[in-house]
């Protein structure tokens, strides 16, 4: 889980580099690295534990070297430490990676038998030593690198080509070698590689907002293919040589997207988007006037919709909260069935996929290994698969049948807040779709359903505009040890995300349960002042709730309700009330979602925590 650059133009290096480390940190910050080739054709390594800003602190001024590879590291092999930081080298190359090499240990022993020195705990030192053998005939005395002796047996490209085949696992990489200093090979299986073409300049990253400023023509790299970049040009190869034609796309994101606009935290400025996100996620699909949703893109005939017996939901993390969500939805506007797993335990779990199934993944980056895992178990019982997923590009939309994008723009905060509300839009879409077509809805519920979805924007920006109440309330209760969420139907994965909200960026202790849960085991845990949030809105469990909130109040928890604005039963027995504006009872999870998103960040806030990279967090799990 980590982020590469590459970048060979006319341009010095390194400071370019660096920059595009800056933007891929959210992919890893526990290291990181740069290796660039200087005037006199020597490699030149600069690493450091920590961040981009402690990387440039070692950096000498004046680094020379128009040709260079950069990392940020999150340790999956060996501590967080500089001799496990990339670049790793070996005799005149350098090597970057993104993955996990599975069999690096057997590789590892030979390469030791062979006279190969190993300086670091990594997997992709291997990669170095491996490709080292492959472009070098004498392998005695490599001890020293120093391949100034040695003769070469083949070109890069073609040691390239023999280490991949030897590797089994995952990987994006970007290799130097002194020997061959115009050039830049890139590969990629299973993690992401993406390549930016610019003026006379080449760049090749994990994620494309690495190289934004400087291009939007971008190339996306697929399994198994390998980039040559010489000269401004790149040209891919798969792993047996053959050339590979690709497609420039130009990206449509600017910058200023990607960048804080002002805003303290990227998780703010995230928060604050989704009053237009959600509109960007429905806008040009809805049709309030006749209540029908267009989602062509899905290329799903009606007749396949009405055939559907169940629905697979396979997602992690928020985007399995969402996936809870739409099962709720499915049952009650398609009456389709809907079981939802993890990714991790669905590719483990001897799933029974009988029946017309429709697997749906929901991930925000496209990229979580589990989840990319359990979809390819899943299409391999032979079911229809579709994503939901931001990143355009991204490897699951390569390997799904249908990609159903969010639009959310990109979501830099660890925490998933706006990538979160789009994908619950996605999922109300869907499901109205599907019960429009299978005839369990009705056009006037549907259109009612869909004029209330339209003005979910302006219901977020109210919660905005008032956000300094949920401030306030997140100052009172910012020093507690646990919290607890609760919420029943629709709003019970909303209690889940809020919880996991808070874990993730406060560090407090926090459950979210089913509400008719408590009584079964964890009201033996609410203590004097814990407190808990109910999520309240008005629907047909709302009696419920207020019973279950009467239950904990009884035990001295502290209650804090959310709750629509013109409830004021609620106010009868609660401690603190957290309003949303009143919508369709569907839809309210959207706007309480936002709500404790920002009780999250504020209580984040006060408790001084590392908001956009919270510790041994990383945005985007590329690895088991
Ligand atoms: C929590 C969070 C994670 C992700 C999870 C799945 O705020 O961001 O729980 O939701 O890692 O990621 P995606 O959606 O990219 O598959």
Known sequence: MCGIIGYVGKKTAAPILIDSLKKLEYRGYDSAGICVLNDSLQLQTYKTTGKIADLELVLPRNVGGTIGIGHTRWATHGQPNTENSHPHLSGDIAVVHNGIIENYLEIKEKLIECGYVFKSETDTEVIAHLLHSHLYSNNSGVNSCNSGSQSKKCDLMTAVQGTLRALEGSYAIAVLCSSEPDVMIIARKDSPLVVGIGNGEIFAASDVTAFLKNTTNVVYVDDNEIGLIRGGNVEFFDTDGNKVIKETTTIEWDIEAAEKAGYEH????????????????????????????????????????????????????????????????????????????????????????????????????????DTLAAVRSAKS?????????????????????????????????????????????????????????????????????????????????????????????????????????????????????????????????????????????????LINKTPVVAIATKGHTYDKILSNIKEVKARDAVVIAVADEDDTEIEKYVDVVLRVPRSHVLLSPILSSVVLQLLAYYTALERGCSIDKPRNLAKSVTVE
Not at 317 to 331: D, E, H, M, Q, V
Not at 409 to 436: C, D, N, W
Not at 456 to 479: E, G, T
């Open 381 to 525: 019982y032979g079911c229809r698969a579709i994503a939901i997923t931001n990143v355009v590009g991204s490897t699951i939309t390569r390997e799904i049948d249908s990609v159903l994008y969010t639009r959310a723009g990109p979501e830099i905060g660890v925490a998933a807040t706006k990538s979160f509300t789009a994908q619950l839009i996605t999922l109300y879409m869907l499901a109205l779709h599907f019960g429009r077509v299978r005839g369990k809805i009705s056009a006037e519920d549907s259109k009612n359903l869909l004029v209330a979805l339209k003005n979910i924007p302006a219901d977020i920006q109210k919660i905005l505009n008032k956000k300094s109440i949920i401030q306030k309330c997140a100052r009172q209760f910012a020093n507690s040890s646990d919290y607890f969420f609760i919420g029943r139907h629709l709003n019970y994965p909303i209690a889940l995300e809020g919880a996991l909200k808070l874990k993730e960026i406060s560090y407090i202790h926090a459950e979210g349960y089913a509400a008719g849960e408590l009584k079964h085991g964890p009201l033996a845990l």
């Open 266 to 369: 990227f998780m703010l400025k995230e928060i604050h988007e989704q009053a237009s996100s959600v509109y960007d996620t429905f806008a040009g699909k809805i049709s309030e006037l006749d209540g029908t949703v267009n989602l062509d893109e899905l290329n799903l005939s009606d007749e396949q919709i009405r055939h559907l017996t169940r629905i697979e939901i396979i997602a992690c993390g928020t985007s399995w909260n969402a996936g809870l969500l739409g099962k709720y939805l499915f049952a009650q506007l398609a009456d389709i069935h809907t079981d939802v797993d993890t990714g991790s335990e669905f590719r483990y779990g001897y799933p029974v996929m009988c029946g017309e199934v429709l697997t749906i993944a929901i991930t925000q980056s496209g990229e979580t290994a």
